[in-house]
Structure formats: C-alpha cells, structure tokens
T-cell receptor, first 115, second 116 residues
C-alpha cells in the first residue's frame, strides 16, 4: 500500500541520551536500508537488511549504533549515548530484493538534533 | 571501493530548456547499477531513472534520460524541457557487487535551479 514510513519525523534529544528511530518498509519488500544525511558528510550508508539478517553493517559509525529488524518488516535504529555529531537526517529505504537493479524507495526521514 | 563524483555543485537552467547533470563513477565491478534520485526542499528522495551496466540502450523515463558512456565511466542525467518543479538537489548513485552489494553509494549532489 503506502510508501516507506519513518517515525518520529523530528527528534530533539540531549547529549548522552539514547534514541530509537523506526522504519516501516513497503509491504513485501525484503530488503531494508538505513542511510544518514548530514551537511558535512553527504549521504552515507549505515546498514542493510535482507529479511531479518544484516549482511552489511559496515557503515555504522561506532558501537553506539545498532539496528534490528523483526518479522522481515519493521526496523529500529538505536543510537546510544548520543553525541552532537550524530545530528543528521536518518533515511530509511526499502526495495523488493537486494538485487542491483531494484530501486530503493526512501522514507521521509527522521531529523535528529542532539543538543 | 566504489566512488561517485558529481562535479557541479550548482546548475541553472531556463524553463523549457534541457540541462545535463554530470556523474562519473569508479568501480572494479563488472556488474553494477546506476541510479539518479531527486531531493526537493521537502527532503524526500525520489527515484528517477536506472541504468544497468550491461544495458546497451540508454535508459529513458519521460523527460529524463541517462547518457551512459561505459568506457568513460559516466552516467549523465539529461532533463528535457525543464519545469519550475525540477528545482531540487539531484544525486547520482551506484550499486555494485562484492562488499558493496546492496547499498547505494551516492555522489555529493547537484543543486538545480530552474528560472522562469
């Protein structure tokens, strides 16, 4: 039905707090991706899921970042002990499969501000 | 490692004219996919067009076409008959194989401004 949805749309938190960002992919899409967009770094890949497993976590910046996906659907990106440099827009995308030719459909993003 | 380069930070075009946004890439993969996305000021990423590395024909989608020159490793986006609503940031991206399988690697983006 609907496109990729993300919640919350905006999150303001204090340095040192933990945050959880949620992504609901398009129904039937087996692959799910997290990216981060910031002024200084552009669009960076964080992690991708095929089903519930994560074949590539190479983009996670530190061990403060983790993500999980359950039931082959919803995914949660958790940032522990947030730092100011974590401030960015976190984008989630999904595709039918992880095949090269499948376009990724993006959600509206979660804007994270760490004070 | 894969790399996408967009050398035009900003481009200006008159309404109804055509514009070309440049993209060059670097990869050691034989099989890869190239994508263009549009990001308006609202922030959503909108898929525009896809070109596979083995596709012999240049991809077209409505007013968008991709000028794919494999030997030069370039994948330029051509927008014909520009409209005011085309004003946005445009990203070129690649999906390859091996350790890059699955994820998109993005260029730095080009801001397109369409003047009336």
């Amino acid at each position: 039905g609907a496109g990729v949805s993300q919640s919350p749309s905006n999150k303001v938190t204090e340095k040192g707090k933990d945050v959880e960002l949620r992504c609901d992919p398009i129904s039937g899409h087996t692959a799910l991706y997290w990216y981060r967009q910031s002024l200084g770094q552009g669009l960076e890949f964080l992690i991708y899921f095929q089903g519930n497993s994560a074949p590539d976590k190479s983009g996670l910046p530190s061990d403060r970042f983790s993500a999980e996906r359950t039931g082959g659907s919803v995914s949660t990106l958790t940032i522990q002990r947030t730092q100011q440099e974590d401030s960015a827009v976190y984008l989630c995308a999904s595709s039918l499969t992880s095949g090269r030719h499948n376009e990724q459909f993006f959600g509206p993003g979660t804007r994270l501000t760490v004070l | 490692a894969q790399k996408i380069t967009q050398t035009q930070p900003g481009m200006f075009v008159q309404e109804k004219e055509a514009v070309t946004l440049d993209c060059t890439y670097d990869t050691s993969d034989q099989s890869y996919g190239l994508f263009w996305y549009k990001q308006p000021s609202s922030g959503e990423m909108i898929f525009l067009i896809y070109q596979g590395s083995y596709d012999e024909q240049n991809a077209t989608e409505g007013r968008y076409s991709l000028n794919f020159q494999k030997a030069r490793k370039s994948a330029n986006l051509v927008i014909s008959a520009s409209q005011l609503g085309d004003s946005a940031m445009y990203f070129c991206a690649m999906r390859g194989g091996g350790t890059s399988y699955g994820k998109l690697t993005f260029g730095q983006g080009t801001i397109l401004t369409v003047h009336p």
